[in-house]
């Protein structure tokens, strides 16, 4: 299907142990982002992507890797999961430069619980 | 960088009765101007959108403001609904790329509509 796509939509893993949120989208969109949300702080921007093998940190960039090799695929690793890492994780892209929609589409989410 | 503070973080409404939220927003540069909603357990999504050469746009019983001066916008829902019941984020961004394409969002309001 045609759109935005996270996996897992849950995961449950240990303190110290790396894992891979994958996000996925079909429009060719320039721009990729990855936000977390927790009560209290809405959405804050992890680390964002403006096209392949671009990206840059964004407010609480500490504890995750990105990479974009492919425009499609926008990829966050948490080398070293922390329960502070704990929160629901949602992707986002949106197309930039002279293109009419700017509208910001989310993924459904992925929801870790490190333990 | 950006920082956009939303106010009140929790609202509280009699069906029929009028819900507005108000954002401010630090950078010059932004234009661009989305609101969210997102629903229990659901991904954000738009539902109106300013740019910084209009000061004022509606869709139905919703409404944006702008004031550019001021830097603060606001969202106006009329008629309000149990199903507007939601958690609503307000964001800034520019059109353009670089950092300024990304999407910074307040910290949200949730509005519960009373039947």
């Known amino acids: 299907d045609a759109g935005i796509t996270q996996s897992p939509r849950y995961k449950i893993t240990e303190t110290g142990r790396q894992v891979t949120l994958m996000c996925h989208q079909t429009w060719s969109h320039s721009y990729m982002f990855w936000y977390r949300q927790d009560l209290g702080h809405g959405l804050r921007l992890i680390y964002y992507s403006a096209a392949a093998d671009i990206t840059d940190k964004g407010e609480v960039p500490d504890g995750y890797v990105v990479s974009r090799s492919k425009t499609e695929n926008f990829p966050l690793t948490l080398e070293s999961a922390t329960r502070s890492q704990t929160s629901v994780y949602f992707c986002a892209s949106r197309r930039i430069k002279g293109q009419p929609n700017t509208e910001a589409f989310f993924g459904q989410g992925t929801r870790l619980t490190v333990v | 960088g950006e920082n956009v503070e939303q106010h009140p973080s929790t609202l509280s409404v009699q069906e029929g009765d009028s819900a507005v939220i108000k954002c401010t927003y630090s950078d010059s540069a932004s234009n661009y101007f989305p609101w969210y909603k997102q629903e229990l357990g659901k991904r954000p999504q738009l539902i109106i959108d300013i740019r910084s050469n209009v000061g004022e746009k509606k869709d139905q019983r919703i409404a944006v403001t702008l004031n550019k001066t001021a830097k603060h916008f606001s969202l106006h829902i009329t008629e309000t609904q149990p199903e507007d019941s939601a958690v609503y984020f307000c964001?800034?961004?520019?059109?353009?790329?670089?950092?300024?394409?990304?999407?910074?969002f307040g910290k949200g309001t949730k509005l519960s509509v009373k039947p």
């Open positions: 964001a800034a961004s520019s059109l353009y790329g670089g950092s300024q394409g990304n999407l910074i």
